[in-house]
């Protein structure tokens, strides 16, 4: 598909525009013209019907007595458009008089002013009705009355049509000129607007984000609209630069995590198969082996499950009863719990409901639960109590641990961080799988509280309301 730019765009489209007004504005010129030179016909022809009509008298005995000279009726005669007058008796229609050559137009009673066709010929015509006064120093007598009289007098319409399109011929060199000057201004317009944004379009293409990270040298502006993008594409390229660098320094974490394991389950094969080994020797090194397959693959399990809530946009929205589920969850880490005597306490109203994912809760309570039994003192406390706060519902999670330092609390929800690792092992996912999970269902976990007395995280999610 061809591609247009955007100021040939806005060219075209305003060119378009200037076109359809130009070519509107020609035919409403054209139409007022003509109502103009209407308007001075009717004029003229009123006029000349008020000056004709004072020339016809009716004498003592009723007679009409038109007073017409001879210049008079050779005026219609030497026109050089055609003109004509005729007297009609109102009452009858019959023609009284007339000037030479006379179309067949007869008296409208209807209406003063009208067009009429006479062969090849259009006329704009009045009807105008009057009565003869008698002659100076006249009176009619007794039952002597003037006939009403109808003059008719049209005057072709050519010339005064010819007389608008010269009007016309003559003013539109001046609106195209008009015309033409304006389409010079507004390309130099938007030539002039879109400079900013044409320089920034050819700094972009020239731009290679393959070959560096670093935002690319842009042109200055003083537009606002394309310092707003400008300033965006910093907003995404910084964002997008520190999704890289996370995802860098997650797969670097991982291989580091991943190490470990690997690393000791090599070297117990190294040494395994150095010299025979007596049965109690496999044994131990086998246990040893099946340890570290547990650790990959408790690790392993972590990585899905972060890689599955990072991408879980469009969680389920359900109604999940808290008591019921937090019951069911502890089954789950009862004999891990019962194997270092860790009891946990629950405690919230039995009706509370939140709206989630059982997934991505599992996920959530699941990772804090397994962070509160390996941090847990042995015969310590988990307890885990909520309340309903209006639209939202908060569930804490607290333990008597050992507390987390605080320069590692700043990071504590990015992915590989943990505490002491010198003290409790682990894989540094749990809180970064549950931050994920948690932002899924448009909630908020926070810590709250860390000492060396023990550490409660607050969580808060939709509340469900029946």
């Known amino acids: 598909m061809k591609t247009i730019s955007l100021s040939n765009r806005l060219l075209l489209a305003t060119g378009l525009i200037f076109i359809v007004f130009f070519i509107t504005s020609i035919g409403f010129f054209y139409r007022g013209q003509t109502r103009l030179a209407v308007q001075e016909m009717d004029r003229l022809l009123e006029n000349e019907a008020l000056t004709i009509s004072t020339l016809v008298n009716v004498d ?24 004509f007058f005729r007297f009609f008796f109102a009452e009858n229609q019959t023609v009284a008089r007339e000037s030479n050559a006379a179309p067949a137009i007869f008296c409208d009673k209807t209406q003063a002013f009208r067009f009429e066709r006479s062969g090849a010929t259009n006329y704009r015509v009045i009807s105008y009705r009057f009565t003869p006064s008698p002659e100076v120093g006249d009176d009619l007598p007794p039952g002597v009355k003037a006939p009403e009289m109808c003059l008719v007098i049209g005057t072709e319409e050519g010339p005064y049509v010819e007389l608008v399109l010269k009007t016309i011929y003559a003013t539109l060199p001046y609106l195209l000129a008009i015309f033409v000057g304006s389409l010079i201004l507004l390309w130099t317009m938007i030539r002039t607007l879109m400079r900013d944004l044409n320089a920034l379009t050819g700094a972009l293409a020239a731009s290679d984000f393959s070959s560096t ?6 042109p200055p502006t003083d537009t606002l609209e394309v310092s707003a993008v400008v300033e965006k594409l910093h907003v995404l390229h910084n964002q997008a ?6 995802m860098i320094l997650f797969i670097a974490r991982a291989a580091h995590q991943l190490k470990t394991p690997v690393s000791a389950i090599h070297s117990t094969l190294e040494v395994l ?19 570290g397959v547990k650790q990959m693959s408790q690790l392993t399990q972590k990585l899905i499950a972060s890689t599955r809530v990072a991408f879980e946009s469009q969680a389920d929205r359900v109604p999940i009863n808290l008591i019921q589920f937090f019951e069911t969850l502890w089954k789950v880490f009862q004999y891990k719990a019962e194997i270092r005597e860790i009891t946990c306490s629950v ?16 996920e959530i309570f699941g990772n804090l639960i397994e962070n509160s039994i390996l941090y847990s003192k042995p015969g310590g406390l988990i307890q885990i109590s909520w309340e309903a706060h209006g639209e939202t519902t908060h569930i804490r999670v607290g333990d008597r641990g050992p507390g987390i330092s605080h320069d590692v609390q700043a990071h504590i929800f ?34 709250i509280a860390s000492s060396d007395q023990g550490t409660v995280m607050q969580i808060i999610l939709p509340s469900f309301k029946k």
């Open 60 to 83: 003592h005995k009723g007679k009409l007595d038109f007073e017409f000279s001879r210049q008079f009726l050779l005026h219609y005669q030497s026109l050089n458009f055609s003109s």
């Open 347 to 362: 405690s919230g109203d039995r009706h509370t409901s939140v709206l989630g994912d059982e997934y991505l809760l599992t």
């Open 414 to 447: 990015k992915p590989f961080i943990r505490g002491d690792e010198r003290i409790i092992g682990g894989s540094g996912l749990g809180l970064s799988i549950a931050k994920s999970a948690v932002n899924a269902l448009s909630g908020q976990l926070e810590l």
């Open 273 to 291: 198969v150095r010299r025979d080994r007596t049965k109690e020797e496999l044994l131990v090194g086998l246990s040893d082996l099946g340890l």
């Open 241 to 246: 630069a520190e999704v890289y660098n996370d």
């Open 213 to 218: 990270r670093a935002f690319p040298k842009l």
